[in-house]
């Protein structure tokens, strides 16, 4: 799109189904949804694109479902939707692509249901969407996960509305604070319908559970909620 006129450009990758995500990092568009083909190539639901010619790079994920959000980090691409597989790994719902080849890391949070929106600070990525669980351990619909694919112990517990609904579609970090927004009445321990804004990025050594098993030394997240845990040092 022309920013001075309002025209669209001649770049048209010309995308064969809906294109729900974006993202751009230097000269390389990448591009989520519900498409089989893109950029004059096969493509399932995901893809990169040159930002000038509008063709499909060799870079192919090739998810086996929807992709609803990517977000790039470095040297990786992480993506969320209702897929199972994507990058040549079994994935569920969420995963971390490797920017160049496309496969998936060992990073596995693993969702139990949709995640619409990711946003990253740091080594913290967090994730809403419309699940029960993440990275091990219960989290409704919002929660933040380490670089290990762990849940660290921030819990905003995401609550239905009147309509039994509670889905976050949209994360953003911006300096010291997380923006949550989705469809919602309370989160975090408070009242605030469909919108909400935590503190971020505050981290201690502790311990994290997973599957029961106590995991030491494993950086873990605090922020945001009106209340939460203490944490105890493994020292």
Known sequence: MDAATGLATSWDPGADGAVWTLAVSGSTVYAGGD??????????????????????TSWNPDADDTVWVLVVSGST????????????????HIAALDVTSGLASP???????????????GSTVY??????????????????????????????????NVYDVAKVYALAVVSDYLFAG????????????????????????GRV?????????????????????TVTSDE
């Open 35 to 56: 498409f089989q083909a893109v950029g004059s190539q096969s493509r399932k639901y995901v893809a990169a694109l040159d930002a000038s010619t509008g063709l499909a």
């Open 77 to 92: 691409v992480y993506g969320g939707g209702d897929f199972s597989r994507i990058g040549g790994q079994v994935r569920s």
């Open 107 to 121: 990073w596995n949070p693993g969702a139990s249901g949709s995640v619409y929106s990711i946003a990253v600070s």
């Open 127 to 160: 994730a809403g969407g419309f699940f029960t669980s993440l990275g091990g351990q219960k989290r409704n619909c919002l929660g933040a996960v380490n670089d290990k694919g762990y849940a660290t112990f921030w819990n905003p517990n995401v609550g239905k």
């Open 182 to 205: 989705g469809d919602f009445l309370s989160i975090g321990g408070e009242v605030r319908p469909n919108f909400a804004k935590f503190l971020s990025g505050v981290e201690v050594s």
């Open 209 to 229: 559970t997973a599957g029961g098993a106590a995991l030491p030394g494993v950086a873990i997240t605090l922020s945001g909620a009106a209340k939460y845990d």
